[in-house]
């Protein structure tokens, strides 16, 4: 006779497994993000930035030389991992961090050779984001940005579960 190396009293029910491969907001939002990162890294790779390096350039390109917790709150990104990122975009050459008005604080901006390799960026981003939008279709694609700004939205708000998990 095997044992099982799970107590019966443990089992999880296979119907449920089933719902957390198919029916699990996370699960599917990380799958449909990783294939549109895959299809944007492709397209931004000949000017060498990244899908997830691109709105860090493009945010502080819009609002100027800003401070880590507003660009933080701005791409909703946790400061250790927005400290890393910039740390690569720092060691690049596109953006510098200098200290801000308080000196408790430090303020990123854009470099000449950021810009550059943000202009650069635009048409292919273009591409690619036509491509998203064909495969989509128009108004789906209308209705899935808005539907995910309307989540975004909500998920920020007090006392929801990721504005909990942001303060860590």
Same mark, same amino acid.
């Given at each position: 006779?095997?044992?099982?190396?799970?107590?019966?009293?443990?089992?999880?029910?296979?119907?449920?497994?089933?719902?957390?491969?198919?029916?699990?907001?996370?699960?599917?939002?990380?799958?449909?993000?990783?294939? @549109?990162? !895959?299809?944007?890294? =492709?397209?931004?790779?000949?000017?060498?930035?990244?899908?997830? !390096?691109?709105?860090?350039?493009?945010?502080?390109?819009?609002?100027?030389? @800003?401070?880590?917790?507003?660009?933080?709150?701005?791409?909703?990104?946790?400061?250790?991992?927005? /400290?890393?990122?910039? %740390?690569?975009?720092? #060691?690049?050459?596109?953006?510098? /961090?200098?200290?801000?008005?308080? @000196? #408790?604080?430090?303020?990123?901006?854009?470099?000449?050779?950021? !810009?550059?390799?943000? $202009?650069? %960026?635009?048409?292919?981003?273009?591409? =690619? !984001?036509? $491509?998203?939008?064909?495969?989509?279709?128009?108004?789906?694609?209308?209705r899935l940005l808005a539907d995910? %700004?309307?989540?975004?939205?909500?998920?920020?708000?007090?006392? #929801? %579960?990721?504005?909990?998990? #942001?303060?860590?």
């Open positions: 006779m095997t044992r099982s190396p799970v107590p019966a009293t443990a089992r999880i029910e296979p119907a449920k497994l089933r719902e957390m491969t198919t029916q699990c907001a996370c699960l599917n939002a990380r799958k449909v993000a990783r294939l @549109l990162s !895959q299809s944007y890294d =492709a397209a931004l790779r000949p000017v060498g930035i990244r899908s997830t !390096q691109l709105p860090l350039l493009a945010t502080i390109g819009l609002r100027g030389p @800003l401070a880590l917790t507003e660009l933080a709150d701005a791409v909703v990104i946790d400061r250790t991992t927005l /400290t890393r990122s910039l %740390a690569l975009l720092e #060691r690049k050459g596109w953006v510098r /961090t200098i200290a801000g008005a308080d @000196l #408790r604080t430090r303020e990123i901006s854009l470099t000449p050779r950021g !810009q550059d390799v943000l $202009r650069r %960026a635009v048409p292919l981003w273009d591409n =690619a !984001q036509a $491509r998203a939008t064909a495969i989509l279709g128009e108004a789906r694609a209308e995910l %700004a309307t989540t975004v939205d909500q998920m920020k708000k007090p006392g #929801r %579960a990721s504005a909990g998990a #942001r303060q860590r």
